[in-house]
């Protein structure tokens, strides 16, 4: 629970950033520098302030109607281990964990024995939201997504069956259906 998190801020619940209400977490320090971020604030990895996923989980625990954390960024995956630790703790608590990230799904597959903590904070992921803000695809249709290329990955289902499995959501209020 001592394990150090370097965040951009919290929202204590959402209901944009993935389905039913969320806590969310915003990682700081972003290496991806997409054009239009909405959180520019959130890239110098020396920015934001520091915390322990034991202050995190104490004010996870405080509201029962929470269905899940979002980790978000910033760049989660730049603190992989240490967000999967988070995320560990979730599940613990019987919470889903949404992770979103710059990268690709399968840039994340290739990483996976290169980059510290990848593997760890990909396994403790439910769904992931992949890939770079990409303006001239920007939507505001899409719920939990800013632009079209990204995609919401069912992690489990996509490594069982080796083929990447979506979820799509027409709205912020159903659960998901699979596609
Ligand atoms: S990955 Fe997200 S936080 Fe990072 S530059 Fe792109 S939109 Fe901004």
Redesign the pocket.
């Known amino acids: 629970m001592n394990t150090k998190l370097r965040l951009a801020g919290v929202i204590k619940e959402s209901i944009v950033d993935g389905p039913g209400w969320r806590f969310v977490v915003f990682a700081q320090g972003?290496?991806?520098?997409?054009e239009s971020?909405?959180?520019?604030q959130?890239?110098d990895p020396d920015g934001g302030y520091e915390t322990t996923v034991g202050n995190i989980i104490n004010e996870v625990e405080k509201n029962p109607l929470l269905k899940g954390i979002t980790l978000?960024?910033?760049?989660p995956f730049w603190q992989a281990l240490s967000f999967s630790v988070l995320a560990k703790k979730a599940h613990e608590l019987g919470l889903d964990v949404i992770t979103?990230?710059?990268w690709t799904f399968n840039q994340i597959l290739a990483g996976l024995d290169a980059h510290e903590g990848w593997r760890e904070l990909l396994s403790e992921s439910d769904r992931l939201v992949d890939g770079?803000?990409i303006l001239e695809q920007k939507t505001l249709s899409l719920p939990f997504r800013?632009s079209k290329n990204q995609r919401i990955i069912n992690v489990k289902a996509s490594l069982s069956e080796g083929r990447v499995i979506e979820e799509n959501y027409e709205s912020i209020e159903e659960d998901y259906k699979p596609m």
């Open positions: 972003c290496p991806h520098n997409c971020c909405h959180n520019p959130t890239h978000s960024g910033g760049e979103y990230t710059g770079r803000f800013g």
